[in-house]
């Protein structure tokens, strides 16, 4: 896939449960939260470009990480829509001839190269992947008036994350004829009847949704030496 693969880096979110502050650019080891993310993506040498998705109001401030980058070829911006695949929509438009597509949420900074490559692997088997961490928690399916309908058998049920990986043709197709809301792009491909592959994902790969949470991936990372482009001096 060397020279054919792209990423889209999803950032154009709203940070409800943040108290005020984007989450994409809080501080992170001394860092923006984006540069981190980034920073691990555009560490694998297999993937030739990418596009950072921003909201309109995180859009300068997206500039800015990928100046301090020093970082002109290979990655640009765009601006992402009202939904979830419309922003990975305009991500698509932007990505030169690709013929893979690496989606990763850019509230997940502790990805490593590991699950990337894992996920890469996984998506030749049906052409998407997507990441997933066996559920270790008994689920309990509840109704309206807070009553358990049923316990749910956990031996089948996946957590999933990002990255996601996919044949770029497909997931075109598929965006294009979908109309429904999604949450992630692999249920876009499930909707259409189309195979996704589950691959390992990991626990350390958490999503930043709350400030508690950034303490968290301020630990992990902490623990781990990452190889990673660092800022330009």
Known sequence: ????????????????????V???????RGRPLLDCTFGVLASVPEIAEGVIVLSEQ??????????ARGWSVGWNLCLGGARRQDSVK?????????????????????????????????????????????????????????????????STLWSVQ?????????LEASIAKS??????????????????????GDVGNIKVTTPQDLAIAEAILASRVLPEVLPSA
Not at 96 to 115: S, Y
Not at 179 to 200: K, N, S, Y
Request: hydrophobic share 45%.
């Open 90 to 154: 305009a991500g698509l438009e932007r990505l030169g001839k690709v013929e893979w597509v690496i989606i990763h949420d850019a509230a997940r900074p502790c990805v490593d190269q590991a699950i990337i490559y894992r996920g890469l692997e996984a998506a030749t088997k049906t052409g998407a992947a997507v990441a997933a961490i066996p559920v270790t928690d008994t689920i309990k399916s509840v109704g309206e008036e807070g009553q358990v309908v049923q316990t749910l058998n956990r």
């Open 162 to 170: 990002t990255p996601q990986v996919f044949r770029r043709s497909l």
């Open 58 to 67: 995180g859009f300068g401030q997206g500039q800015e990480v990928l100046t």
């Open 179 to 200: 109309g429904a809301d999604a949450t992630d792009e692999a249920t876009i491909l499930e909707r259409m009847g189309h195979t996704v592959q589950i691959f390992q």
């Open 1 to 20: 896939m060397a020279g054919r693969i792209g990423v889209i880096l999803v950032a154009a979110g709203v940070s409800r449960r943040m108290e005020g």
């Open 22 to 28: 984007d989450k994409i650019f809080a501080p992170l």
